[in-house]
């Protein structure tokens, strides 16, 4: 499989704050934080972007979202509330070519986003 700077994180090999991990995903702290908690829900299976999610790994993608509320509970805004956000491709400014989900806690967001 694709070696990624997410898998590397999850592999232990590169330092970051994990605050919820399972067997299908991992979350994180952002190291450049948006919010009070800036979080990122990472599949262990690499996935590039949101337009390479196909019927055989969107199981993969799922599990992000059943992992996102116990997540918002632990850190506490689940229920004041947060943002969840895929960047894909160039416009979005996609930075890792590992689909992650943006979790963005803790103040009252603004929108539209930048
Ligand atoms: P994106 O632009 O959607 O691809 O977002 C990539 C995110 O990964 C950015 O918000 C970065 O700050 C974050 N990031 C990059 N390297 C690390 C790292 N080593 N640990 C935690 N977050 C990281």
């Known amino acids: 499989m694709a070696e990624t700077i997410f898998t590397k994180i999850m592999a232990g090999e590169i330092p970051a704050e994990i605050v919820y991990q399972d ?23 690499v ?33 004041s509330g947060y943002r969840a956000v895929f960047n894909c491709g160039p416009d979005a400014h996609q930075e890792v070519m590992h689909i992650h989900l943006h979790v963005l806690g803790g103040r009252d967001m603004t929108w539209p986003p930048g």
Do not use: C, M, W, Y
């Open 23 to 45: 067997e299908h995903v991992a979350a994180f702290r952002d190291i450049n934080p948006k919010a009070p908690h800036h979080l990122l829900v990472v599949p262990r299976k």
């Open 47 to 79: 996935i590039p972007t949101l337009n390479d999610v196909t019927a055989e790994n969107s199981g993969s993608v799922a599990k992000i979202f059943e992992a996102l509320p116990k997540i918002a509970e632990q850190l506490g805004f689940k229920e």
